[in-house]
């Protein structure tokens, strides 16, 4: 394949791959692990006996996870760049209009994120708009956080800025703040086709950080030993998660199935894992049953058409 077409099948794998793996994921959410189908019974539509959740949302509808990475996306076209302000403001049309989400409809949205979101609409700036305890860690602006990375086309350092920028308006911490710098350095380094992507990000990391946020990373984010996780809702382990689950398979299909597999918060650890995975093995690689069977699509393509014609010119 020439080289400006891998490029773009990695660029729309990489955000079909999120989007397929969210909604492959919805139906297996809040599941442990022991009351999940098997892995070859993880399809959009789950077996007739299974207790699926969300059970009023047709197979193939993304969730929360997608429709936000659609506005930070849109965001993104439309300014030309992160403005932070702009984001929240499509934030707040998704959760009281549904914009971005699959038929306008709302019908999940993380604790912390619907708080933020509720400070926002109160005047609240949307930088300072999200939870910055300890407990303000849920994954939610990690779920989101890949279109930065395949839209961006500054220097490391500035990537790393924006991915920390863009967490602000739902998940203050330093430590959601970070886990997002080091999943698009992921992602960068994957759209290079670096064999060792994660290692390579993780590697560059800590010297595009201040003392208190370079701790931060150190402490909470990087781990040592090989790649697991629980499938939590956390963003340390949600990362993780996907990280175990890119390893754990050789193949886009493989990935969000162990991704899934971990139980828990199925759709994101799989929206997470499978936007990697996305970019790893490119959009022809999804299977075309996912790809058939992702609803939104009159959302999705333009937005997707975009990001390629913006990174080609």
């Known amino acids: 394949m020439h080289d400006a077409r891998v490029a773009a099948d990695r ?13 492959l994921g919805v139906p297996y959410e809040f599941h442990p692990p022991g009351e999940l189908p098997a892995a070859a019974e993880l399809e959009m539509d789950p077996p007739p006996d299974f207790a699926r959740a969300h059970r ?16 930070l996306l849109a965001s993104l076209l439309d300014r030309g760049r992160l403005d932070v302000d702009d984001f929240g403001a499509r934030l707040v049309g998704w959760y009281e209009r549904g914009d971005y ?28 708009a999200g939870g910055a305890g300890e407990r303000d860690n849920g994954n939610g602006s990690l779920m989101r956080v890949l279109p930065l990375a395949l839209f961006h086309d500054g220097d490391d350092a500035a990537l790393v800025r924006d991915a920390m920028a ?38 560059a990391l800590p010297a595009l950080l201040d003392g208190a946020l370079a701790e ?8 040592d030993g090989p790649p697991r996780g629980r499938g939590s809702g ?3 382990d949600c990362l993780h998660s996907a990280r175990f689950a890119c390893a754990a ?9 162990a991704a899934i597999a971990l139980g828990d918060d199925t759709d994101t650890t799989a929206c997470v894992a499978g936007g990697i995975a996305g970019i790893r093995f490119g959009e022809v690689n999804i299977p075309e049953r996912f790809r058939a069977a992702l609803r939104g699509r009159e959302i999705v393509d333009p937005l997707a058409d975009r990001l390629v014609a913006r990174r080609a010119g």
């Open 11 to 23: 660029l729309r794998g990489g955000l079909y791959g999120l989007l397929v793996g969210d909604a």
């Open 56 to 71: 009023g949302t047709p197979p193939g509808t993304f969730s929360d996870d997608g429709a936000q990475a659609l506005a």
């Open 101 to 128: 989400a699959v038929d306008g409809r709302v019908f999940d949205c993380g604790i912390q994120t619907r708080r933020a979101i509720e400070r926002m609409k109160a005047g609240a700036p949307a930088a300072s």
């Open 166 to 203: 863009q967490s602000g308006p739902t998940h203050a911490h330093p430590r959601s703040r970070v886990a997002c710098a080091l999943y698009c350095l992921w992602a960068r380094r994957e759209l290079a086709g670096d064999p060792l992507a994660y290692e390579s990000a993780a590697a």
């Open 216 to 223: 931060e990373l150190a402490r909470h984010v990087l781990a």
């Open 234 to 236: 956390y963003v340390v």
């Open 249 to 257: 398979a050789s193949s886009y299909e493989g990935v969000v199935k």
